[in-house]
C-alpha cells in the first residue's frame, strides 16, 4: 500500500477561456502559476510579503540547504519574477504535507511546470501514458465555437462517450491510463535512486512521448526504466522514506489531467463514483492510498490537505 496525491494541473491560458484543451502543449497562465506559488507557501508554512495579486514583487527571506538563493518558476499576474526559498522542501513536515518520494507526471508542458513549482527537489518521472485527451476536431474551441457543429452536439448528447472526431475514442483514453497507472504501480513497487530530471531529460522524454504511438517506443514504462541520471544530477541520501538512496517507496504524486484523474477514480476510487463525480479544479485534487491486494484507490480527502480529515471528507 502507498500513498498517491492525484493532483489536476494548475489553470492555463485555453483552462481560463474555458476551451477543450487536450493535446495542445501549453503552459500555465500568470495567474494559475500565482496561484500553485500560492499553495506550496501553504505546504510548507512559509511567510512572506504580498500576498496581494496586484502586488509588482514577492519575495521571502531564506536560503536552500546550499546556502543560495532561488527563484521560483511562478510570477504575478504582471509576469514580475517571484522570489522565496525553498529550504522547505528539504525536511518532512509533520503535518499532513509530508514530501513525497516522487512525482509521476504527464509529458505535457502544463503538468512539468506544476510539478516544478508545487515540488522543486523532488525526483519526476514522465508517463506519456497519462496525457491528456486528444479532443480532435473539437481541440482548442470553446462551447459557443462548436454548439451548432452536428458531430459535436452528437459528442454531447452521448456524455462524450462516442469518442471526438479525429481524436481519440473513449475505450483508446481507458486503456491507455490504465496502462499508465500499471506503469506507476510497478514503479513504486521496485527500488529506485532518486535524482532530479534535468532540463535536457526532460526534453528527451517528450521527443520520445510524441513517438509511442508510432511505435518507435513501445510505453512509458521503457522510458522510467532507461532515463536514470549518468551525469552533473543531484543524489539525495538518507534514511528511508523521501531523500533515501534505493529506499523503497511509499508516497507519490500523480500530476496530471482533469479527466486522468476522473478515469483513474471512475475505475478505482473508493468510494465508488461516477465519472464526472471526480471533477476537480486546476491545482487541487485527492488524497488516496491504493490497496495493492483489493486493488482500489481509497479516497482520504481533498489535496492540498486542509489538516482536519473530517473537513476534508466533506468536499468529496
Known sequence: MFQIDLIR???????EERRYVGRTDEGLSPAGRLELCKIREYLDGAERSGDNLDSEKRACSGNDPDGKKWEC?????????????????YRRSTRQNA??????????????????????????????????TDFGDFEYHTYEELKDDTAYRAWIASGGQTGCPGGESTDQVKTRIQ????????KMKRKMTKYHMTDDMK?????????????????????????????DTRIYRGEGGNGSDGGALHSCVLLAHGGTIMELLSRYGEPKKDYYDWQTACGHGYRCLWDDRTKRLLVQGVWPPTGERKEEKQHL
Open 9 to 15: 494541473h494548475g489553470r492555463t491560458k485555453g483552462n
Open 73 to 89: 518558476s511562478g510570477s504575478d499576474l504582471d509576469s514580475e519574477k517571484h522570489e522565496c526559498s525553498r529550504a522547505g522542501r
Open 99 to 132: 514530501l513525497p518520494d516522487v512525482v509521476f507526471q504527464s509529458p505535457l508542458r502544463r503538468c512539468q511546470e506544476s510539478a516544478d513549482i508545487l515540488f522543486p527537489g523532488i525526483p519526476q518521472l514522465i508517463i506519456p501514458e497519462f496525457r491528456e
Open 179 to 186: 496502462a499508465g497507472w500499471g506503469i506507476l504501480c510497478r
Open 203 to 231: 526534453a528527451m522524454c517528450r521527443d520520445v512521448a510524441q513517438n509511442t504511438e508510432s511505435g518507435k517506443v513501445k510505453s512509458g514504462y521503457d522510458i522510467a526504466d532507461s532515463v536514470m541520471p549518468d551525469r
